[in-house]
């Protein structure tokens, strides 16, 4: 079955960090790129970050720049985001999908699969 599986939500302090996990199955990962994407309650999705398996280029939306981090373990299929300096607007489910390349920065063409998501919320 073809899955991703998000993790490492949670609650915290404005401020603080947060590191999630994207964990794929079922599929080559090497042949796909990961994205992350969020969103808040009453908000359109919005795309936060793109890393290429390949050659690990990444990509970040300009609201996350300077503070995310995105990588991946090809040998583990797992993608991660590195969430530091978090701001109550940061608040949102995360998403990562797995599609064929990134798009116009942190989007992605050709989705194969989404997760079903994780809680990030940072109080102020």
């Known amino acids: 079955e073809v899955q991703l599986v998000e993790s490492g939500g949670g609650l915290v302090q404005a401020g603080g960090s947060l590191r999630l996990s994207c964990a794929a199955s079922?599929?080559?990962?090497?042949?796909?790129?990961i994205g992350w994407f969020r969103q808040a309650p009453g908000k359109e999705r919005e795309g936060v970050s793109c890393?290429?398996?390949?050659?690990?280029?990444?990509y970040y939306g300009d609201s996350v720049k300077g503070r995310f981090t995105m990588s991946s373990d090809n040998a583990k299929n797992t993608a991660y985001l590195q969430m530091n300096g978090l701001k109550p607007e940061d608040t949102a489910v995360y998403y990562c999908?797995?599609?064929?390349?990134?798009?116009?920065?942190?989007?992605?063409?050709?989705?194969?699969?989404w997760g079903r998501g994780t809680l990030v919320t940072a109080s102020s």
């Open positions: 999908a797995a599609g064929s390349s990134c798009d116009a920065g942190p989007l992605i063409k050709s989705v194969l699969v």
């Open positions: 079922g599929f080559t990962f090497d042949d796909y790129v």
């Open positions: 890393i290429s398996s390949n050659d690990g280029t990444t």
